[in-house]
């Protein structure tokens, strides 16, 4: 254990809906696969967290204002990102990937965009592809806060598609969400939990080597399993 996270609490702010990573169970309780990881590490590493379930562009201003210690949020590392934060060790694999309304027989593809109206999350790594894209096959970007609210506006047919990561869109079909997935996954980043730059170096020394601690003992491959066996 870390003598300098020791006994202290930590506020880590997260996503609201972003299920198999946070969202709340039939209880009200937060959980998913980074509230549990958050959780367990520190547990390892002997602090405690008060987790602060804000969204996912407020968790990372909150961050950036100091309000919060530290974000796990399905928080992709990229390089613009590094300028203002620090990461640590990547845990998670994703990508970017579209998805529409399981009964719309049109939109197969990008090219089926022209003129209409999609959605991402306001601060993500989908709303900066549906943007890098948009002007090349004529579509118009229309960013929302949360996961939940962009799946029902494609459902309410007010976007015909929404982009976001592949693994929270696949459980989310798997879950029988309304939605169905017609495009390849885009490369994507890695999530990473992350601190201010240059503020909590403590927090995030105690992160790495309490995710070490968790993949050397089978802890995160059990988390990873209980979240992800259902959307594979
Ligand atoms: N991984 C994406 C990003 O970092 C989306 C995260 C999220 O929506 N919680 O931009």
Redesign the pocket.
């Known amino acids: 254990q870390a003598a300098d996270v020791n006994g202290k609490t930590f506020a880590i702010a997260t ?1 609201t809906t ?1 299920a198999p990573f946070e969202f709340r169970d039939g209880s009200g309780e937060l959980v998913g696969i980074d509230m549990d990881l958050i959780r367990a590490i520190a547990k390892d590493q002997g602090f405690e967290v008060d987790i602060k379930s804000l969204g ?1 562009d407020a968790a990372l201003q909150a961050l950036q204002s100091n309000q919060v210690a530290g974000v796990i ?4 590392i990229t390089d613009e990102r590094k300028k203002i934060f620090d990461f640590s060790a990547p845990y998670f694999d ?1 990508g970017v990937q579209m998805a529409v309304a399981k009964n719309d027989q049109d939109i197969k593809s990008y090219e089926g965009l022209t003129g209409k109206t999609v959605t991402a ?1 306001r ?4 709303e900066t592809f549906a943007n890098s894209i948009k002007d090349q096959y004529g579509f118009k970007v229309k960013a929302l806060a949360d ?1 939940a609210t962009m799946y029902d506006d494609v459902k309410a047919g007010n976007s015909v598609a929404v982009f976001d ?1 592949y693994p929270v869109l696949a459980y989310g079909v798997s879950q029988n969400n309304g939605l169905k997935i017609v495009t390849e996954k885009e490369q994507g980043s890695s ?1 990473g939990f992350a601190v201010n730059k240059g503020a909590n170096a403590d927090l995030l020394t105690a992160f790495d080597a309490g995710l070490a601690n968790l993949k050397a003992n089978g802890e995160y491959d059990k988390i990873l399993d209980k979240y992800l066996a259902k959307a594979e």
């Open positions: 996503d972003f996912f949020a399905g928080m992709s994703s999350k601060g993500s790594e989908g996961s990561d999530y």
